[in-house]
């Protein structure tokens, strides 16, 4: 069985890259002349976003007082 603290440290290793996903997505979508491809990327984003938040909501529900 895994430490509360042991979930915590996993979950900050997830949000930092779902955060990292996040910023790359949005570079990418900047980048791209395509506006089809561009879409596609910002909606990727909108999904890295999303996942942010859930990553965020584990990490409230280990630590709530954090």
Do not use: T
């Amino acid at each position: 069985m895994f430490s509360k603290e042991a979930y915590k440290q996993y979950f900050l290793q997830i949000l930092e890259l779902e955060e990292q996903m996040v910023r790359e997505a949005e570079e990418l979508a900047g980048l791209v002349d395509d506006p089809e491809i561009r879409q596609v990327m910002q909606r990727v984003m909108m999904d890295e976003q999303r996942h942010v938040g859930y990553v965020q909501e584990l990490l409230e529900l280990i630590d709530p007082e954090d």
